[in-house]
């Protein structure tokens, strides 16, 4: 029942740390994430109490290499995660759909900056594994609610263009060219 009186929360604690280390002209990185996540939901019409409990990691290790003073080259791999706000397990209608799992991400970036007194170049190609992906699913239901896509990948690349006029004007232009697949 839709109009029923309900109670979601959402409680979560996280840790975080992050390091670098340079050495001549090259630079790692690393950092980790630990989140402790747990969700209810209570129907004031009905003596129901659900629980879900979640605990997630998330780290991203990356090197960034000068080649010379304009150039540098720079990779990285992270594992990340987007945990669900409250909202995303009702449908549009209001109704408790259940709970969704957080969504969690493997991706590798390579990339290069170009950097000139008066402009700033960057292209990165990406490539990215996902689980649970949150999707706003239309067709299940007369207004639609989130789910969860098992697997999916994404690839591609960004190109990042910033040129500086002065001090106090400047242009930018990006693009991404981004292809997603449902695995």
């Given amino acids: ?12 604690v996280g840790l975080y740390l ?13 950092g980790a994430r630990n989140e402790w996540i747990r969700y209810s939901h209570k129907r004031a019409d009905i003596e ?16 960034n290499q000068a080649l010379n003073k304009n150039l540098n ?7 990340a995660f987007q945990t669900p706000n409250l909202d995303y ?4 209608a209001g109704a408790f759909a259940g709970f969704i799992r957080p969504a969690t991400s493997k991706t ?22 996902l689980k649970d992906e949150i999707f706003f699913n239309r067709q299940n ?29 400047s242009v930018s232009i990006n693009y991404a060219y981004i292809r997603a697949i449902i695995d």
């Fill in 48 to 63: 129901s109490l659900s629980l879900s409990r979640e605990s997630i990691e998330a780290f991203d290790i990356g090197v």
């Fill in 1 to 12: 029942n839709c109009f029923s009186p309900s109670t979601a929360t959402k409680q979560n």
């Fill in 108 to 129: 590798i970036n390579i990339g290069m900056n170009y950097l000139t007194s008066k402009s700033k170049t960057k292209l990165t190609l990406f490539g990215t594994k």
């Fill in 18 to 30: 992050q390091g670098q280390y340079k050495f001549n002209s090259t630079i790692l990185s690393l």
């Fill in 73 to 79: 080259i720079f990779s990285n791999f992270n594992k």
């Fill in 141 to 169: 239901s007369l207004f639609g609610n989130n789910i969860s896509i098992d697997r999916s990948s994404k690839y591609g690349f960004e190109l990042q263009n910033k040129y500086s006029f002065t001090d106090s004007l």
């Fill in 89 to 92: 397990f009702f449908t549009s």
